[in-house]
Protein backbone atom coordinates (compact mmCIF):
# COMPACT_ATOMS: atom_id res chain seq x y z
CA UNK A 1 0.00 0.00 0.00
CA UNK A 2 2.75 2.68 0.75
CA UNK A 3 4.52 1.96 -2.57
CA UNK A 4 1.49 2.03 -4.19
CA UNK A 5 0.84 5.53 -2.57
CA UNK A 6 4.18 6.59 -3.64
CA UNK A 7 3.82 5.61 -7.44
CA UNK A 8 -0.12 7.40 -7.37
CA UNK A 9 1.96 10.69 -6.79
CA UNK A 10 4.38 9.79 -9.59
CA UNK A 11 1.79 9.57 -12.13
CA UNK A 12 2.27 11.97 -15.22
CA UNK A 13 -1.50 12.80 -16.00
CA UNK A 14 -4.91 12.74 -14.21
CA UNK A 15 -5.78 9.57 -16.65
CA UNK A 16 -2.49 7.56 -15.65
CA UNK A 17 -3.79 8.40 -11.96
CA UNK A 18 -7.14 7.16 -11.75
CA UNK A 19 -6.23 3.62 -13.91
CA UNK A 20 -3.29 3.08 -11.98
CA UNK A 21 -5.80 3.58 -8.59
CA UNK A 22 -8.58 1.35 -10.00
CA UNK A 23 -5.34 -1.42 -10.95
CA UNK A 24 -4.42 -1.09 -7.42
CA UNK A 25 -8.07 -1.87 -6.24
CA UNK A 26 -8.04 -5.38 -7.95
CA UNK A 27 -4.28 -5.85 -6.97
CA UNK A 28 -4.65 -5.22 -3.02
CA UNK A 29 -8.30 -5.62 -2.12
CA UNK A 30 -9.50 -9.23 -1.45
CA UNK A 31 -12.31 -10.33 -3.75
CA UNK A 32 -12.44 -7.32 -5.90
CA UNK A 33 -12.93 -8.91 -9.64
CA UNK A 34 -13.86 -4.98 -11.32
CA UNK A 35 -13.10 -1.45 -10.14
CA UNK A 36 -13.69 1.98 -11.82
CA UNK A 37 -14.38 5.73 -10.19
CA UNK A 38 -18.09 7.50 -10.61
CA UNK A 39 -18.64 11.13 -11.06
CA UNK A 40 -21.83 12.43 -10.94
CA UNK A 41 -22.50 15.78 -12.95
CA UNK A 42 -25.66 16.74 -11.77
CA UNK A 43 -27.70 13.52 -12.20
CA UNK A 44 -25.08 12.61 -15.17
CA UNK A 45 -22.71 9.74 -14.63
CA UNK A 46 -19.10 9.55 -15.49
CA UNK A 47 -17.23 6.77 -15.60
CA UNK A 48 -13.45 7.05 -14.68
CA UNK A 49 -10.90 4.64 -15.21
CA UNK A 50 -12.86 1.25 -15.17
CA UNK A 51 -11.28 -1.67 -15.48
CA UNK A 52 -14.08 -3.84 -16.67
CA UNK A 53 -17.27 -3.53 -18.78
CA UNK A 54 -19.44 -4.72 -16.07
CA UNK A 55 -18.21 -0.94 -14.26
CA UNK A 56 -19.38 0.99 -17.37
CA UNK A 57 -22.56 -0.96 -17.38
CA UNK A 58 -23.60 -0.78 -13.82
CA UNK A 59 -22.90 3.41 -13.68
CA UNK A 60 -24.94 3.75 -16.97
CA UNK A 61 -27.71 1.70 -14.76
CA UNK A 62 -27.75 3.62 -12.26
CA UNK A 63 -27.72 6.85 -14.54
CA UNK A 64 -30.87 5.48 -16.36
CA UNK A 65 -32.45 4.50 -13.45
CA UNK A 66 -31.62 7.43 -10.99
CA UNK A 67 -31.09 4.98 -7.91
CA UNK A 68 -27.79 2.61 -6.81
CA UNK A 69 -25.14 2.65 -4.51
CA UNK A 70 -22.23 4.07 -6.40
CA UNK A 71 -25.14 6.90 -7.17
CA UNK A 72 -25.70 7.63 -3.84
CA UNK A 73 -22.17 7.44 -2.30
CA UNK A 74 -20.79 9.97 -5.07
CA UNK A 75 -23.79 12.48 -5.01
CA UNK A 76 -23.91 11.79 -0.36
CA UNK A 77 -27.85 11.46 -0.60
CA UNK A 78 -27.52 8.65 2.30
CA UNK A 79 -24.40 10.56 4.51
CA UNK A 80 -22.39 7.46 3.75
CA UNK A 81 -19.04 7.87 2.98
CA UNK A 82 -18.36 3.72 2.94
CA UNK A 83 -20.96 1.50 1.91
CA UNK A 84 -20.54 -2.52 1.36
CA UNK A 85 -23.09 -4.94 0.05
CA UNK A 86 -22.54 -8.32 0.85
CA UNK A 87 -25.31 -9.65 -1.63
CA UNK A 88 -27.39 -7.62 -3.92
CA UNK A 89 -30.56 -9.80 -3.72
CA UNK A 90 -31.09 -8.67 -0.60
CA UNK A 91 -31.18 -5.19 -1.61
CA UNK A 92 -34.39 -4.55 -3.21
CA UNK A 93 -36.40 -2.92 -1.10
CA UNK A 94 -33.56 0.06 -1.32
CA UNK A 95 -32.88 -0.40 -4.81
CA UNK A 96 -35.71 -2.57 -6.31
CA UNK A 97 -34.86 -1.38 -9.59
CA UNK A 98 -31.40 -1.33 -10.02
CA UNK A 99 -30.56 -4.48 -8.10
CA UNK A 100 -32.25 -6.88 -10.24
CA UNK A 101 -30.96 -5.79 -13.38
CA UNK A 102 -27.10 -5.63 -11.59
CA UNK A 103 -27.51 -9.01 -10.70
CA UNK A 104 -28.04 -10.12 -14.69
CA UNK A 105 -24.72 -8.09 -15.40
CA UNK A 106 -23.01 -10.47 -13.24
CA UNK A 107 -22.69 -8.26 -10.67
CA UNK A 108 -22.71 -10.27 -6.72
CA UNK A 109 -21.00 -8.31 -4.18
CA UNK A 110 -20.18 -4.57 -3.95
CA UNK A 111 -18.13 -1.64 -2.14
CA UNK A 112 -17.61 1.39 -2.47
CA UNK A 113 -15.87 4.71 -1.00
CA UNK A 114 -16.33 8.14 -1.44
CA UNK A 115 -13.37 10.43 -2.73
CA UNK A 116 -12.55 13.56 -0.63
CA UNK A 117 -10.60 15.71 0.54
CA UNK A 118 -11.12 18.69 3.18
CA UNK A 119 -11.82 20.76 -0.07
CA UNK A 120 -13.50 18.92 -2.40
CA UNK A 121 -15.68 15.83 -3.47
CA UNK A 122 -13.96 13.76 -6.11
CA UNK A 123 -16.86 10.89 -6.62
CA UNK A 124 -16.99 7.57 -5.44
CA UNK A 125 -14.31 4.61 -6.13
CA UNK A 126 -16.28 1.35 -6.75
CA UNK A 127 -15.51 -2.07 -6.09
CA UNK A 128 -17.34 -5.25 -7.98
CA UNK A 129 -17.35 -8.94 -7.16
CA UNK A 130 -19.23 -11.51 -9.39
CA UNK A 131 -19.71 -13.64 -6.32
CA UNK A 132 -21.68 -12.67 -3.10
CA UNK A 133 -20.32 -12.23 0.46
CA UNK A 134 -16.94 -11.81 -1.61
CA UNK A 135 -15.75 -8.37 1.02
CA UNK A 136 -15.18 -8.72 4.41
CA UNK A 137 -14.12 -6.08 6.79
CA UNK A 138 -10.75 -6.82 5.93
CA UNK A 139 -11.42 -5.84 2.32
CA UNK A 140 -13.32 -2.95 3.40
CA UNK A 141 -10.36 -1.51 5.71
CA UNK A 142 -8.00 -2.32 2.62
CA UNK A 143 -10.35 -0.53 0.58
CA UNK A 144 -10.52 2.37 2.76
CA UNK A 145 -7.21 2.88 2.58
CA UNK A 146 -6.81 2.68 -1.20
CA UNK A 147 -9.46 5.41 -1.17
CA UNK A 148 -7.62 7.68 1.47
CA UNK A 149 -4.52 7.65 -0.62
CA UNK A 150 -6.15 7.51 -3.78
CA UNK A 151 -8.33 11.07 -3.02
CA UNK A 152 -5.00 12.89 -2.57
CA UNK A 153 -3.34 11.63 -5.75
CA UNK A 154 -6.21 12.38 -7.64
CA UNK A 155 -6.98 15.66 -6.52
CA UNK A 156 -3.09 16.65 -6.63
CA UNK A 157 -3.08 15.14 -10.20
CA UNK A 158 -5.88 17.36 -11.33
CA UNK A 159 -4.32 20.15 -9.44
CA UNK A 160 -1.57 19.53 -11.79
CA UNK A 161 -3.32 19.51 -15.04
CA UNK A 162 -5.08 22.56 -14.42
CA UNK A 163 -1.90 24.42 -13.44
CA UNK A 164 -0.82 23.77 -16.63
CA UNK A 165 -3.03 24.39 -18.56
CA UNK A 166 -3.32 27.81 -16.83
CA UNK A 167 -0.21 28.41 -17.67
CA UNK A 168 -0.39 27.02 -21.54
CA UNK A 169 -3.38 29.50 -21.56
CA UNK A 170 -1.40 32.24 -20.45
CA UNK A 171 1.18 31.64 -23.01
CA UNK A 172 -1.30 31.65 -25.63
CA UNK A 173 -3.03 35.05 -25.04
CA UNK A 174 0.44 36.64 -24.66
CA UNK A 175 1.20 35.00 -28.08
CA UNK A 176 -1.91 36.33 -29.28
CA UNK A 177 -1.35 39.76 -28.34
CA UNK A 178 1.63 40.09 -29.65
CA UNK A 179 0.36 39.12 -33.10
CA UNK A 180 -2.17 41.97 -32.93
CA UNK A 181 -0.09 44.15 -31.53
CA UNK A 182 2.70 43.46 -34.60
CA UNK A 183 -0.35 43.82 -37.19
CA UNK A 184 -1.86 46.59 -36.17
CA UNK A 185 0.14 48.97 -33.87
CA UNK A 186 -1.73 48.14 -30.08
CA UNK A 187 -0.17 48.71 -27.26
CA UNK A 188 -0.12 45.15 -24.66
CA UNK A 189 -3.45 46.86 -23.20
CA UNK A 190 -5.28 47.17 -26.33
CA UNK A 191 -4.04 44.27 -27.54
CA UNK A 192 -5.63 42.24 -24.92
CA UNK A 193 -9.14 44.61 -24.80
CA UNK A 194 -9.21 43.42 -28.81
CA UNK A 195 -8.81 39.45 -27.26
CA UNK A 196 -11.24 40.40 -24.91
CA UNK A 197 -14.36 42.38 -26.71
CA UNK A 198 -14.23 39.57 -29.32
CA UNK A 199 -14.70 36.78 -26.37
CA UNK A 200 -17.58 38.49 -25.17
CA UNK A 201 -19.25 39.38 -28.18
CA UNK A 202 -18.92 36.34 -29.78
CA UNK A 203 -19.67 34.23 -26.32
CA UNK A 204 -16.18 32.48 -27.03
CA UNK A 205 -13.58 31.46 -24.27
CA UNK A 206 -10.85 34.12 -24.41
CA UNK A 207 -8.65 30.72 -24.87
CA UNK A 208 -9.97 29.57 -28.36
CA UNK A 209 -9.36 33.02 -29.59
CA UNK A 210 -6.38 33.52 -28.39
CA UNK A 211 -5.52 30.10 -30.26
CA UNK A 212 -7.56 31.70 -33.24
CA UNK A 213 -5.25 34.68 -33.77
CA UNK A 214 -2.37 32.08 -33.10
CA UNK A 215 -3.36 29.62 -35.92
CA UNK A 216 -5.03 32.06 -38.39
CA UNK A 217 -2.61 35.35 -37.47
CA UNK A 218 -5.40 37.46 -36.32
CA UNK A 219 -9.44 37.58 -36.11
CA UNK A 220 -11.95 36.88 -38.75
Known amino acids: MASMARELLGRESVTATLER ?36 DS ?15 ARLSTGERVFRIADLTGEQQRWPAYAPQARELGVGSMMGFLLYTDDEDLGALNLYSRQPGAFTEVSELAGWLLASH ?41 AFDVLRRYSQQTNTKLRDVAQQVCEKGGLA
Open 21 to 56: ITASAIELVDGCDAAGILVLHGQQVESLAPTHQMVI
Open 59 to 73: DRLQERLGQGPCFDA
Open 150 to 190: AAVAFSAARTHAQMEQAVATRHMIGEAMGILMGSHHLTDDQ
